[in-house]
């Protein structure tokens, strides 16, 4: 399999070097983070983004500390969280004071936490595409005997061709029209207890999908010219419904984008502020993007542990598979050495995975191979810690989400 970052295929036998010599001492598995390529990702992430502000997607990075990094960084501000009770963990342990919870709960006790706290009530605001979720709220806790709640809208940013037979994007809100989002404004502003401060619209369909897929160009130029016309699509009707929704309420944030999206998102006059998170860690997935790809900055490590043949070598582990709909690309890929891939028949194992291709013959028991995941933040649900490296030295240690046993994983 031919390297997915050829501008980094002369520099890769010395980030091994690099990585094998900082973690000497640890036994495999274990995952890391190259905190120059992750502090440059950083920076690049800003740059695309255009002068706006970008939220930093949680699940993406999955460590307080890191997050902390991000957003201790010029043009980073503010976190979009994917569960209510994270969202409480990191307001009260500091992370942020401005939470955004990408998705709607009906998490009753922390619910119930949010609206008994001043503090919770500022910092985090809640998601909801309909009224069926406001009457879930005022059923754990009645609009007099709270604080108000801050809510933002999740409008649909999918893409619907004949009459909505063709749907081209994600399934997330109902909200599709401009309209049916006014509506929806028009229900909050009428409630007591709930303040509608923003509204979202991720367009997936764009930011999850790379446009440049390795050795399927004919899909590639057919993925360019959909992402380009429902970009163009979603640009008016985005607009038309931030319109409709400010006759309500006066919006203190406009949400889009994504790692894949925020050059073209960031074009949407409508749009205040955009949302970042996987090309921080720099995920296989991004590989498949033309425009920009993250440095590789997350890897995860394990040991060769058997020889089946003198041109294949068999680590330990390694089938740490990314959510989504079943697939090679939710694959993790061997990294380092350069050289190595999956077999068709055995991909990454739970116990064993063997690898073949050049670099398999010169690896012996108990050397390291370098995998990059998939995705982003999931590796760290495999992972108590992500040692940060600089150089060839461990610098500091971060715990993850599940080293530090955040409430979303209890």
Same mark, same amino acid.
């Given at each position: ?21 900082? @973690?000497?001492? &640890? ?81 009753? @006790? ?7 706290? =001043? ?8 998601? $909801? ?17 709270? +604080? =108000? ?16 037979r063709l749907h081209i994007g994600v399934r997330r809100s109902p909200l599709h029209r401009p309209e049916q989002t006014g509506a929806l404004a028009a229900a909050i502003a ?6 509608? $401060?923003?509204?979202?619209?991720? +367009? ?17 130029a057919a993925l360019r010219r959909i992402q380009a016309r429902s970009l163009r699509e979603l640009i008016g009707r985005r607009t038309a419904a931030v319109a409709a929704v ?12 994504? @790692? ?5 998102? @960031? ?5 205040? +502020? ?62 380092? =050495? ?40 999931? $590796?760290?649900?495999? &992972? ?12 500091? $240690? ?5 080293? +530090? ?6």
């Amino acid at each position: 399999m031919p390297p997915a970052h050829p501008r980094y295929a002369a520099e890769r036998s010395d980030l091994r070097d690099r990585l094998d010599a900082a @973690t000497a001492r &640890l036994d495999p598995p274990f995952g890391v983070v190259d905190l120059d390529a992750f502090d440059a990702n950083a920076t690049a992430l800003i740059g695309r983004a255009g002068g706006k502000p970008v939220r930093v997607a949680s699940k993406s990075v999955r460590s307080r500390e890191l997050l902390r990094r991000v957003l201790a960084r010029p043009g980073w501000r503010g976190v979009m969280a994917y569960a209510l009770t994270e969202a409480i963990w990191l307001a009260e342990g500091g992370v942020s004071d401005d939470i955004l919870v990408g998705y709607p709960t009906v998490d009753r @006790t922390a619910v119930a936490k949010v609206a008994a706290s =001043p503090e919770l009530a500022a910092a985090i605001t809640l998601m $909801v595409d309909s009224v069926d979720q406001l009457d879930f709220v005022d059923a754990v806790t009645a609009p007099d005997q709270r +604080e =108000p709640l801050r809510v933002c809208i999740d409008l649909d940013a999918s893409w619907k061709l004949l009459g909505g037979r063709l749907h081209i994007g994600v399934r997330r809100s109902p909200l599709h029209r401009p309209e049916q989002t006014g509506a929806l404004a028009a229900a909050i502003a009428a409630r007591p207890g709930f303040r509608l $401060v923003g509204l979202m619209a991720y +367009e997936a369909q764009i930011a999850g999908m790379g446009d440049a897929p390795p050795g399927h160009p004919v899909r590639g130029a057919a993925l360019r010219r959909i992402q380009a016309r429902s970009l163009r699509e979603l640009i008016g009707r985005r607009t038309a419904a931030v319109a409709a929704v400010r006759r309500y309420a006066d919006l203190e944030f406009v949400n889009g984008g994504g @790692t894949g999206s925020l050059a073209t998102t @960031t074009t949407d006059p409508s749009v205040t +502020e955009l949302t970042s998170g996987s090309g921080l860690y720099g995920p296989v997935l991004f590989d498949a993007y033309r425009a920009w790809q993250p440095t590789p900055a997350a890897f995860f490590a394990t040991s060769v542990v058997r020889r089946p043949t003198p041109d294949i070598a068999t680590v330990h582990g390694g089938g740490w598979i990314a959510s989504g709909a079943a697939g090679a690309d939710r694959l993790p890929e061997p990294w380092l =050495p350069a050289g190595l891939h999956l077999l068709g028949t055995e991909g990454a194992g739970e116990v064993q995975t063997p690898l073949a291709g050049s670099a398999a013959a010169g690896l012996r028991i108990g050397d390291r191979v370098w995998f990059r995941h998939a995705k982003a933040g999931e $590796v760290c649900e495999h &992972l108590d810690a992500l040692q940060l490296v600089r150089g060839d030295t461990i610098e500091d $240690v971060a715990l993850t989400y599940r080293g +530090e046993r955040a409430p979303a994983f209890l």
